[in-house]
Nanobody
Framework: QVQLVESGGGLVQPGGSLRLACTASGNIASIIGMGWNRQVPGQQRELVAAITADGTPNYAESVKGRFSISRDNAKNEVYLQMNGLKPEDTGDYYC??????????????WGQGVLVTVSS
């Protein structure tokens, strides 16, 4: 079994920065894709950023130029650096990972979510 633990959320003023981190632990052979989704109450969860196994990032249009995703394969971690935060970035941020276990089975794993609030 694989668990994801997120950290780094909180309250920040518009224009400020936050860095989210997500660490995977458990029965892991390798991690393929990693990413972050965001959910606002009453709306569907949406992709914010994703990163492939070879480090290629992909961003939602709304965060391009402001957010940066990165990963540390040795630590089984993914990060989301958020700069120039706007009130509309407020929401629950969920990390996810596509994990292969030692039996080569693929698991889609989600974290518990971390709240980001952008407000003055």
């Amino acid at each position: 079994q694989v668990q994801l633990v997120e950290s780094g959320g909180g309250l920040v003023q518009p224009g400020g920065s936050l860095r989210l981190a997500c660490t995977a632990s458990g029965n892991i052979a390798s991690i393929i894709g990693m990413g972050w989704n965001r959910q606002v109450p009453g709306q569907q969860r949406e992709l914010v950023a994703a990163i492939t196994a070879d480090g290629t990032p992909n961003y939602a249009e709304s965060v391009k130029g402001r957010f940066s995703i990165s990963r540390d394969n040795a630590k089984n971690e993914v990060y989301l650096q958020m700069n120039g935060l706007k009130p509309e970035d407020t929401g629950d941020y969920y990390c996810y990972m596509s994990v292969r276990d030692p039996m080569y089975r693929l698991h889609e794993v989600w974290g518990q979510g971390v709240l980001v609030t952008v407000s003055s």
